[in-house]
């Protein structure tokens, strides 16, 4: 049993303690139920402020018991207090605690599954400004590199839906699940989409069956890192140029020009202005994606814009950030 489990044993034993005491002096001394639990309570604690009435024989006998057994629960109940704070287990459990209650209030929020090489740069890329990213890692070896990264975080398999529930995956947005393991993730793919049929799944497979597999299951996104990498290794030996620009997709990376998708709020100062009253000379509007209908690319500049809109954008970061702002703020 951990240091954990004994506290709560400790403390629900005194509790009983209080409700045997309480019930035995009401019992053989015919005390009320509030004289009762009061004597129980002095007595469990050995403050020594009297008896609330003389006490019989037999009512003094009980009272030895009580205090020999509550005596001996309350020395363990102090020992057990003093492992935790020695051993740093009760901040940790604070600290937990504290996490899931944060995690309880998320939504529209990122489960990544798995916080492996690829899990990690997952979390790395987003902004946590931005969307709010829940970890969770079966590993219990990783929870100091969890807790350095700053990322909220559940010790656990993914493969278990009390773990999914624990992530929040019924009020979540976007899940990632990116263990080494095709099966795993294709677990884990069913099961999220089984809690929740709305959520966009993006998983990780490492050969075209898995590909096949987790689309079928219900990811709407699945990526083959040996694929992809091999893909852009031959397009910078082939079309070098293109992958300098596609480095620009890397929002806050590299030099000061960024690409960037800006989604404009329902009652934003943006809606009914037109994608050339918002361009600029540092920032252009290179697509344009709205509810269910296909991208627009280059969209025309007497296009309105509409609440719900989302912007793929070119430009200066600073610029960016400023556009972002405007679109997110009411009119």
Known sequence: MTAAQRLGSCAAGLGLLTVIGSIGFRLIEGYTWIDALYMSVITLSTVGFGEVYPLSPEGRLFTTGLIIVGAGAAVYLLSTIAELLIAGTLRDLIQRRNMQRSIARLTDHIIVCGFGRFGRVVVEEIDPEQRAVVVIEIDPAREAELTR?????????????????????????????????????????????????????????????????LRTAGAQQVISSYQIGAQRIAASILRPSVVDFLEIARPRRGGEVDLEEVRVALHSSLVDAMIGDIEETTIRIVALKRGGERIELVPSRETQIRGGDHLVVIGERDSLTKLAQRAAEPA
């Not at 990322?151 to 263990?179: H, I, K, M, N, Q």
Request: charged fraction near 25%.
């Open 149 to 213: 990264s700053g990322c909220l975080f559940v010790l656990g398999s993914a493969l278990e839906d009390s773990v999914l529930r624990e992530a929040g995956v019924e009020r979540a947005l976007d899940l990632v699940a990116c263990t080494p393991s095709d099966s795993d993730n294709l677990f884990i793919t069913l099961s999220a989409r089984e809690q929740n049929p709305s959520l966009r799944i993006h998983a990780r497979a490492e050969s075209e069956a898995a590909i096949r597999r």
